[in-house]
């Protein structure tokens, strides 16, 4: 079965750091570009940053860049994110996603997500 | 920055055919795709490449594309089809998600 189960969130002050991971299992990581895509609360989705098969292109949305680090190991089948400086903003579901088509587009499967909370 | 624009809301009663629409400049040079969200759930893909329904997807679900325009179809609503549908496009900056179309089932 193709899975991906994410971990890693929690509650941060602002200004604080926090590392997901997300952990694949069930087709053959290394042959994919993966994503991160964050909801917040009510909200809808938003795509955070991607990372191509061997790692050598990473892309993010602009409100992210200089922030948050999006790295893979593909050795060990996982995809991390490293968020610092974190605002109230950022708070939200997080979630990380395959790419089928290798173009930014057509997520699937997704994991379950991990909460964010960045509150003081 | 490029953006896709769906209604905030579509109601139908069951049996029904519902229809969601996404709004793009790009749409007509890129495909989009189609996720559909239940509360408390990941995001799961019904529609890829305009109109194409991956494996284990009811065949109730069906795309189409016009111009600037594409649009989901879910013929014969079911109560479980109730959720939370957003279109997936791209263009030269990135991806982008629509903002959602809240679908109730009366």
């Known amino acids: 079965e193709v899975q991906l189960v994410e971990s890693g969130g929690g509650l941060v002050q602002p200004g604080g750091s926090l590392r997901l991971s997300c952990a694949a299992s069930g087709f053959t990581f290394s042959s994919y570009w993966m994503s991160w895509v964050r909801q917040a609360p009510g909200k809808g989705l938003e795509w955070v940053a991607n990372i191509k098969q061997d790692g050598s292109e990473k892309y993010y949305v602009d409100s992210v860049k200089g922030r948050f680090t999006i790295s893979r190991d593909n050795a060990k089948n996982s995809l991390y994110l490293q968020m610092n400086s974190l605002r109230a903003e950022d708070t939200a579901v997080y979630y990380c996603a395959r790419d089928l088509t290798g173009q930014w587009l057509g997520f699937d499967p997704w994991g379950q997500g991990t909460l964010v909370t960045v509150s003081s | 920055s490029y953006e896709l624009t769906q209604p905030p809301s579509v109601s139908v009663s069951p049996g029904q055919t519902a229809r969601i629409t996404c709004s793009g400049d790009?749409?007509?040079?890129?495909?989009a795709y189609w996720y559909q969200q239940k509360p408390g759930q990941a995001p799961v893909l019904v529609i890829y490449?305009?109109?194409e329904r991956p494996s284990g997807i009811p065949e109730r679900f069906s795309g189409s594309s016009s111009g600037t325009t594409v649009t989901l179809t879910i013929s014969g609503v079911q109560a479980e089809d109730e959720a939370d549908y957003y279109c997936?496009?791209?263009?030269?900056?990135?991806?982008?998600f629509g903002g959602g179309t809240k679908l109730t089932v009366l």
């Open positions: 490449k305009d109109s």
């Open positions: 790009a749409l007509p040079k890129q495909y």
């Open positions: 997936q496009s791209a263009d030269s900056s990135g991806t982008v």
